[in-house]
C-alpha cells in the first residue's frame, strides 16, 4: 500500500449507531487531518493531529471523536450522527504541520439515514 | 462567510485550447496558495502551488497567477487535454498562522476531445 488509504470506501449507518472511520499513511509524514467535504461546499478542516497530538478541533461537535494512537493512523469515531453528517470524509497527511502541500485518501462516502 | 472563492462551478474547454481556473480570496493575511485537482472516486492532489512573494509559478503545461493588490489567482492549462477533466480545489495559507488550508468550493473542469 502506497499513500494515503482509508477504509471503508462506503457507509451507510442509522443514527444511533456507532462506527468508525480508519485512515493509513504509508509516506512517514508526521501530521493527519480530518476534512469534511459536503455537497456544494469547500472542504471543512474538522481535526488536525501534529505528532499524535491533536493542535486542531475546528468546532466539530462532540458526536465526531478522533484518535490518533500513532503518526501512521487516524480514526474518526461516529455516534448518534445526523442525516445533515452525510458527506464525503478525507483524511490527508503532511511531512509536518507547517507543511502546506497534503496528500489526501480517497475518502469515505457517509451516508446517515 | 467564503475566504476562498471559487465562483465558476464548472468550465468546458475544447481540447488543445487554454482553460483559466480563478479563484479569488478575501484573507489578505493569506501568503500562500495552492491548486488540487480531484478525479471521482478519488482524493484531491495536490497540482501546484504559489508564494505571495512571486506572480507567477509554472509547471509544465500548469501556470498559477497571483495578483494579490486584487487577492486574485487563476491556474492556466494549456494546451487542455481530456485527462484534465476533474475538479480543481484552489486553497490558501496564512503564514504563521495555524497554517490550515481553506479551500474553495472547487470548479468542475470538462476537456471536450
Known amino acids: 500500500e502506497t499513500g494515503v488509504t482509508q477504509t471503508p470506501r462506503h457507509l451507510v449507518m442509522g443514527m444511533t449507531n456507532k462506527k468508525s472511520l480508519k485512515c493509513e499513511q504509508h509516506l512517514g509524514h508526521n501530521a493527519m487531518y480530518w476534512y469534511k467535504q459536503s455537497a456544494k461546499k469547500p472542504l471543512e478542516l474538522m481535526f488536525v493531529y501534529n505528532f499524535k497530538e491533536q493542535t486542531e478541533n475546528n468546532s466539530v461537535p462532540s458526536r465526531f471523536s478522533p484518535e490518533c494512537p500513532n503518526s501512521s493512523h487516524l480514526f474518526l469515531h461516529l455516534h448518534t450522527l445526523q442525516p445533515e453528517d452525510s458527506a464525503l470524509y478525507l483524511c490527508?497527511?503532511?511531512?509536518?504541520?507547517?507543511?502546506?502541500?497534503?496528500?489526501f485518501g480517497p475518502g469515505t462516502r457517509l451516508t446517515v439515514l | 462567510d467564503q475566504q476562498v472563492k471559487q465562483n465558476s462551478p464548472s468550465l468546458s474547454v475544447q481540447e488543445g485550447r487554454i482553460s483559466i481556473l480563478n479563484c479569488d480570496y478575501t484573507?489578505?493575511?493569506?501568503?500562500?496558495f495552492l491548486w488540487y485537482k480531484k478525479y471521482p472516486a478519488e482524493g484531491p492532489t495536490f497540482l501546484i502551488s504559489?508564494?505571495?512573494?512571486?506572480d507567477k509559478n509554472e509547471d509544465g503545461r500548469f501556470t498559477v497567477f497571483l495578483n494579490k493588490s486584487a487577492k486574485h489567482l487563476s491556474l492556466h492549462i494549456v494546451p487542455s487535454q481530456p485527462g484534465d477533466s476533474a475538479v480543481y480545489f484552489c486553497a490558501a495559507s496564512e503564514q504563521g498562522g495555524s497554517e490550515k488550508l481553506v479551500f474553495g468550493k472547487g470548479t468542475k473542469l470538462t476537456v471536450n476531445p
Open positions: 490527508a497527511s503532511s511531512q509536518a504541520f507547517s507543511e502546506y502541500e497534503q496528500f
Open positions: 504559489i508564494s505571495s512573494i512571486k
Open positions: 484573507n489578505s493575511m493569506f501568503d500562500y
